[in-house]
């Protein structure tokens, strides 16, 4: 008997920490970022405008992907909360609490969440950008 407890006991608990460190599972209905892809000007204009709708302290980042082009860094993470479902395209200006995913090129961190996340929006008639500026943590 006390075997047998302890064993499901113990799937109990993999099974429950398994489960608190994955994001939850949420649904976009926003037709726009279905039809465009997150490094687009078209999906960015529209993130900025759903940003400027949610209560930000409700808001949630998972890391994705990582890339490099020209010389610059970005990556992409999921963003989520106050109803908002969608993916986020960053260009990294500052390091500040992601140096090892930096080192890593991201490798070893999807899906792990960045808290205490902040950014600056840059956004004119030709370009909008969400300007990475630091993370209080990577949760993984």
């Given at each position: 008997m006390t075997?047998?407890?302890i064993n499901a006991l113990s799937v109990f608990c993999l099974l429950t920490f398994i489960v608190s460190c994955d994001r939850?599972?949420?649904k976009n209905t926003n037709i726009i970022f279905d039809k465009y892809s997150p490094d687009t000007k078209e999906y960015k204009d529209e993130l900025?405008?759903?940003l400027a709708k949610v209560d930000k302290s409700k808001l949630r980042y998972w890391m994705d992907t990582y890339q490099e082009h020209n010389n610059s860094k970005?990556?992409?993470a999921h963003i989520q909360g106050d109803g908002l479902c969608a993916k986020?395209?960053?260009t990294i200006v500052s390091n500040k609490g992601i140096e090892?995913?930096?080192k890593n090129k991201g490798m070893g961190y999807r899906g792990a969440e960045l808290t205490d996340l902040k950014f600056d929006i840059k956004q004119d008639s030709t370009s909008t950008e969400f300007l990475f500026?630091?993370?209080g943590g990577i949760v993984d």
């Open positions: 075997k047998t407890f939850a599972v949420c900025v405008k759903q970005y990556f992409t986020i395209y960053f090892r995913l930096l500026q630091q993370a």
